[in-house]
């Protein structure tokens, strides 16, 4: 997560960017909403709604499509992707999609428990600790194990709340904790305990001052760690008749009892939170603003925190959409999906010849 971290210093002081020439920045991928990212060490993976899959191969810089155009996949919605070196798992509204690299062929695995709900993919993560893929559904969390080739549904219902168990993201943390984000607070997983203990769990929602308390609820949407701390982004979801719903925003929580909240108030363009990402010192954030009139998203962009002194700075490039959905940074290369193409941005002393105004 850290290489090339003298270049990106360089270049994360920038405050106003312009790249009309700039040959460190790619677009690929028009016209495709990129839902999420990911690798598997040999290629780059990438989810979308409504063109299928795609698989990028860096060495040949090619894109092979997997979609019902191409007659090669059953599916075209996708809101998320896993990988490892033998298979790679996609998240639809109707299931779980397995490839299997060596046969070359794409499977679906349908939920009982749940219906139609859930079988709505929206979050999945490869554990390679444990050799385990862990599905984030709509409704319930399950596991495959891939040693046993067996699944395991799990309730994670939290004093009857059903939104405690509509997953939204997953994050591994190392190699003994698992956090799981739901539309109502944040379940911390000790993983060497049996996951349907409940003595196994911890579990933080606005109560106690968790999240400083703010809000009727929290939803999580996006979990990056650095140090101590883990960055936890969440939803912006307000109508009228409840201006306090999801009030969103970015916090900066130090594993003890330490909330630093990043909003409107202190530099964020828009409270809501998309995606974060974390190369070196600087977070990466893909904010949105919701509309309490309209009931619409609106893109407010990207910006950038340095974790050290938290200083915030909006990314501002005209040719990257405002409405960025994911972000995901391979060791070299930054990738954001939008609601319009694919943009990978070399993070190398390329950058010295990025035109900036640090302001």
């Known amino acids: 997560m850290i290489k090339h971290t003298s270049f990106i210093l360089f270049f994360l002081l920038v405050y106003n960017l312009a790249a009309q020439n700039a040959d460190f920045i790619n677009f690929f991928l028009k016209g495709s909403n990129v839902t999420a990212i990911c690798s598997d060490e040999q290629s780059i993976w990438i989810a979308t709604n409504g063109k299928g899959i795609y698989k990028y191969s860096p060495a040949s810089n090619k894109f092979i499509n997997f979609s019902t155009e ?127 203990d409940p003595s196994s769990r911890v579990f933080y929602d606005n109560k106690l001052n968790f999240f400083n308390g703010e809000g009727e609820q929290v939803s999580i949407s996006s979990i990056v760690f650095e140090g101590n701390n883990i960055w936890i982004g969440t939803d912006e979801f307000l109508t009228k008749e409840r201006p306090e719903f999801n009030i969103g925003g970015i916090y900066k929580f130090n594993r003890k009892n330490e909330w630093h909240k990043f909003d409107i108030t202190n530099g964020l363009p828009g409270n809501g939170v998309n995606a974060l990402c974390r190369t070196g010192n600087y977070i990466w954030a893909a904010l949105y603003q919701f509309g309490s009139s309209s009931k619409e998203a609106f893109g407010r962009g990207i910006v950038l925190i340095n974790r050290l002194t938290n200083r915030v700075m909006p990314i501002r490039d005209e040719q990257i959409p405002s409405m960025v959905n994911c972000l995901f940074f391979d060791g070299t290369n930054m990738w954001i999906g939008t609601e319009s193409n694919l943009v990978k941005i070399e993070l190398k002393n390329k950058f010295a010849t990025w035109n900036y105004k640090d302001k």
């Open 70 to 196: 191409n007659s090669n996949i059953q599916q075209d919605i996708f809101y998320s992707i896993a990988a490892n070196d033998k298979f790679v798992w996609a998240g639809s509204t109707d299931g779980l999609f397995i490839y299997d690299k060596q046969k070359n062929y794409w499977t679906k695995r349908k939920f009982g428990l749940g219906g139609q709900l859930g079988n709505w993919i929206r979050a999945l993560a490869y554990d390679k600790y444990r050799n385990v893929l862990w599905i984030g559904r709509f409704q319930y969390l399950s596991k495959y194990d891939l040693n046993t080739k067996r699944f395991f549904d799990y309730d994670m219902t939290i004093n009857g709340n059903e939104k405690t168990n509509t997953i939204k993201t997953i994050a591994i943390d190392g190699d003994s904790l698992i956090w799981f984000g739901t539309e109502a607070g944040l379940h911390k997983y000790y993983a060497n305990k049996d996951l349907s």
